[in-house]
């Protein structure tokens, strides 16, 4: 059975951390580009970052370039989202999602409505952003 499986997710304040993890289990881990999505209230998915099969190459959204950080694990087929200097904005349900396209794949690319056609996603963390 194909998994991800979303972790790291919680309240905190504004100009604070935390790390996300995905982990995968049920399919060939680094044969699959990971990306991480959000969906807050009222507003529709959004692609936050993506990294390659490989790692070599990762990509971000304008809004989280220089404070989340995306990065992958072999070993433990998981891959994390760090993410410093926290907004209210930041404040939405996050999910991960992988697919052998690649980081070109068009959900990851401008088009978060094609999320539904990425192979394996997961079921999401909640991330609150709060004083």
């Known amino acids: 059975q194909l998994q991800l499986v979303e972790s790291g997710g919680g309240l905190v304040q504004p100009g604070g951390s935390l790390r996300l993890s995905c982990a995968a289990s049920?399919?060939?881990?680094?044969?699959?580009?990971v990306g991480w999505f959000r969906q807050a209230p009222g507003k529709e998915r959004e692609a936050v970052s993506c990294i390659t099969d490989s790692g070599a190459s990762t990509m971000y959204a304008d809004f989280v370039k220089g404070r989340f950080s995306i990065s992958r694990d072999s070993a433990k087929n998981t891959v994390y989202l760090q993410m410093n200097s926290l907004k209210p904005e930041d404040t939405a349900v996050y999910y991960c999602a992988a697919d052998r396209g690649g980081c070109h794949h068009s959900a990851f690319r401008g088009q978060p409505d094609r999320y539904k056609y990425l192979e394996v996603r997961g079921q999401g963390t909640l991330v609150t952003v709060s004083s």
């Open positions: 049920g399919f060939s881990f680094d044969d699959y580009a």
